[in-house]
């Protein structure tokens, strides 16, 4: 069996374990016999090993309701992070099968037009943080319009609004620092090795933002209130996982997040315009009015007035 097909009979069971309520083993199988991936018990026992072996998401049995679960405490990895790579798979598996089945398929869908620029690095990136090897590019900074040599100790692989970033430590810096991939060029991965510090997971840094920016402020609960037409998209695309629904009638819908408040973070609330308000902090309330006011000016033709 192809590799894809193997990949895809995984992704077919932690979808069926994590979207159903404790499916037994039958119903497993006759989910993967659905999309025709018809298998054994003693296959299902040896992909459910492999899973946890190899990627670390556990999928344990509860014998009281005799049926399967993603065992997050238990799981060796982020499961969340694991289950949208699921969902890039699955999407992606869908499609080549549709344009196995039909040449035409391409014509049936449109993809966003923006062209997906440094994913050329993934692989060698993802070896040297593999291999815990340094790796030298030249950094073109959109901030001095310049370009720049670095050795960089890479750590981890980011991806955020389809773009895809690296972080890892520059040189003899002791902090991370978060570089496009689109602005990395002369990758190379360097025979010299680096000493990864246990106690650094960069991945946790990311936790409590929305976006890449983690240093400009402190956690804060920021409750939002948007449009009760707008609160139907803001329930099925939260602005973060710790989104929690603190109001939902026909006026609106409140909810409150935990989050460092960053620039990321404050694009999202203006790219939702007239249909969010920010009820708090007060901080962020004046911080979205003042930038709302520059905006209002610039198409006014006045002069953006600092206050």
């Known amino acids: 069996m192809s590799v894809q097909a193997t990949i895809r009979r995984y992704a077919l069971i932690i979808e069926k374990t994590r979207k159903d309520r404790y499916p037994s083993s039958k119903e ?12 054994s018990e003693r296959t299902l ?4 090993e492999t899973i946890r072996d190899d990627f670390g998401v556990e999928i344990a049995y509860d014998h009281r309701l005799k049926g399967y679960h993603i065992d997050k405490e238990n799981s060796r990895i982020d499961t969340s992070s694991f289950m949208r790579l699921i969902d890039i798979v699955n999407t992606a598996t869908v499609i080549l099968e549709g344009l196995r089945q039909s040449k035409e398929t391409l014509n049936y869908l449109a993809f966003d037009g923006g062209q997906l620029t440094g994913v050329e690095n993934l692989k060698d990136l993802l070896f ?22 670095y050795t960089f100790r890479p750590y981890l692989l980011k991806e955020y609004q389809n773009r895809w970033y690296v972080v890892g430590i520059l040189g003899t810096m002791t902090e991370f620092r978060t570089l496009g991939l689109d602005r990395l060029s002369n990758l190379k991965v360097l025979a010299e090795t ?16 929305v976006g890449l920016t983690y240093s400009e402020h402190e956690k804060e609960r920021v409750i939002l209130s948007f449009t009760a037409q707008q609160g139907k998209y803001a329930k099925t695309l939260p602005f973060h ?8 009638d026909e006026k609106e ?17 203006l790219m939702h315009g007239e249909t969010v308000r920010v009820i708090s902090p007060e901080w962020l ?14 198409y006014e033709g006045g002069r953006v007035v600092e206050k």
Request: aromatic share 8%; proline share 3%; charged share 30%.
């Open 28 to 39: 497993i199988r006759a989910f993967l016999y659905e999309h025709g991936l018809a298998k």
């Open 45 to 48: 026992q040896r992909d459910i």
């Open 128 to 149: 040297a943080i593999q291999n815990n090897r340094k790796v030298g590019f030249t950094h073109h900074s959109f901030h001095t319009g310049k370009d720049r040599d």
């Open 194 to 209: 680096f000493k990864r510090d246990p106690k650094a997971n960069p991945a946790t840094l990311f936790e409590d933002t």
């Open 241 to 248: 996982s710790s989104q929690e629904i603190l109001k939902d």
């Open 253 to 269: 819908l409140q909810v409150a997040i935990e989050v460092t408040p960053n620039y990321e973070l404050m694009q999202k609330i």
């Open 285 to 298: 309330v004046k911080k979205i009015q003042k930038m709302l006011r520059k905006a209002a000016e610039r």
